[in-house]
């Protein structure tokens, strides 16, 4: 999972990109229960970081975005650990 979003091709920064589109049209406070991927996926686009693993959240972390003149931002990053990720 080292790397950057732009080297996998279209196909999956289009994967990232939707992810981003549709936190972008939650139209009240939402909760979202996700994976690994699709929050780092999501942080990066918040925080203009095109690395696929931004942030090495530990299981069961809350991360906190917001949309803010229609762009997301990180407001708080989950918990990180030492959690081997394979």
Do not use: K, Q
Not at 37 to 56: P, Q, S, W, Y
Not at 67 to 77: D, H, I
């Amino acid at each position: 999972m080292a790397g950057e979003w732009a080297a996998l091709g279209p196909f999956y920064t289009g994967f990232r990109d939707a992810i981003a589109e549709r936190l972008l049209r939650c139209p009240v406070d939402t909760v979202v229960f996700s994976h690994y991927i699709a929050i780092n996926a999501a942080i990066g686009v918040a925080v203009g970081d095109d690395r696929m693993v931004v942030r090495a959240l530990d299981n069961c972390s809350v991360t906190i975005l917001e949309v803010e003149n229609g762009l997301l931002r990180l407001v708080e990053g989950g918990h990180e650990a030492d959690t081997l990720i394979r």
